[in-house]
């Protein structure tokens, strides 16, 4: 098990024993590792970060010379200022704001320099019925090309907005990029994690050095 912020080569910010082991992908011939929805991971092993999207978003952030990278996976912007109760540090990675600080300041700590961090951003689809006056998806992806711009961080790739959900499959040693678009918004394993968060929470096109596969 990944202790939270392991002294170990690889550190995420929960400590889950069904999660943090990981799995062999025979399809990628990698050892991965799942980024779940409120999760972030930080890594300077050889090993594959995986997530799949719908509305939420994530950064994958890497330093090609300090050789440590990341990925996040976050549900909504920003907790409004009356939803911040005393539980809100304890859930606040699944707000992309706390998100991106977290990723950022994980790479940072372990060698990374914000002049070589090379960003690529993922998701924000609209595959919810019920936001179609404020589609938290368009929202997601808005929200993180406005803060890597207002942080002056540039974007190498993106895939974002449009409806599908999609699957990441992230390499932080290389910063390689396999983005599969699923078929349909009916995506079962997507509309499942979808609808979760939209109870607990009660309310363009592919470019740079991206592969849809």
């Known amino acids: 098990?990944?202790?939270?912020?392991?002294?170990?080569?690889?550190?995420?910010?929960?400590?889950?024993?069904?999660?943090?082991?990981?799995?062999?992908?025979?399809?990628?011939?990698?050892?991965?590792?799942?980024?779940?929805?409120?999760?972030?991971?930080?890594?300077?092993?050889?090993?594959?970060?995986?997530?799949?999207?719908?509305?939420?978003?994530?950064?994958?952030?890497?330093?090609?010379?300090?050789?440590?990278?990341?990925?996040?996976?976050?549900?909504?912007?920003?907790?409004?200022?009356?939803?911040?109760?005393?539980?809100?540090?304890?859930?606040?990675?699944?707000?992309?704001?706390?998100?991106?600080?977290?990723?950022?300041?994980?790479?940072l700590k372990r060698g990374a320099s914000r002049a070589r961090l090379e960003t690529k951003v993922f998701g924000g689809g609209a595959v919810l019925a019920g936001f179609t006056t404020n589609p938290v998806g368009q929202r997601n992806g808005e929200f993180v090309l406005r803060y890597l711009r207002d942080e002056g961080l540039p974007v190498s790739g993106q895939d974002l907005f449009e409806v599908f959900p999609r699957r990441v499959h992230y390499f932080p040693r290389s910063g390689r990029v396999m983005v599969r678009r699923l078929p349909s918004a009916n995506d079962v394993e997507v509309l499942a994690s979808e609808k979760l968060y939209r109870s607990r929470l009660a309310e363009s096109p592919t470019t740079g050095s991206v592969e849809l596969f």
């Open 1 to 107: 098990m990944y202790a939270i912020r392991s002294s170990r080569s690889t550190s995420r910010n929960v400590a889950a024993p069904d999660t943090a082991a990981g799995y062999y992908d025979n399809r990628f011939k990698s050892q991965a590792l799942k980024v779940l929805p409120g999760e972030f991971l930080v890594t300077d092993r050889d090993v594959m970060l995986v997530t799949v999207l719908g509305s939420c978003v994530s950064a994958c952030m890497r330093d090609p010379l300090a050789g440590v990278g990341g990925m996040n996976h976050f549900m909504l912007p920003d907790a409004e200022p009356e939803s911040r109760s005393s539980t809100w540090a304890n859930e606040s990675a699944r707000y992309g704001s706390y998100a991106m600080e977290m990723l950022i300041n994980e790479l």
